[in-house]
């Protein structure tokens, strides 16, 4: 990963963040999948943050994403977690009524993880293996 700055510093944070579904539904396939990858790729430029790589489990998400120093980890996933949501719920209105009557998409927990201890290449690659398995 490349070495990237701002005005008044130098980073190359890399977080590696896992969402999953609430009750661990397996709801996050066909075209709900599609339409949540779309809708990360566009949050992400949106907000400024470089997705490195993603994948979309039926019930979890990897993400694998840099962002400045300024934002935290926590306001990344709580980001996502909040507008992915509410939009998924209002394109697939059944999901609601089916699974989560009065309830969120995600669990209230996520995993992160920093390229500190291995390399970015190699997240990126358990990112993108995570469907062969």
Known sequence: METKTTKHSVYNLNYHIVLVT??????????????????????????????????????HIHLFVSAEPKVAPLSIASTIKSILAVDVFRKFSTLKSKYYRGSGL???????????TVSSETIRRYIEDQKGE
């Open 106 to 116: 995600f669990s209230r927990g996520c995993y992160y993880g920093s390229a500190g």
């Open 22 to 59: 609430k009750y661990r539904h397996k709801v996050l396939v066909g075209d709900v999948e599609t339409f949540v990858k779309t809708r990360l790729q566009e949050l992400c430029k949106q907000y400024g943050w470089e997705l490195l790589a993603q994948e979309v489990m039926s019930e």
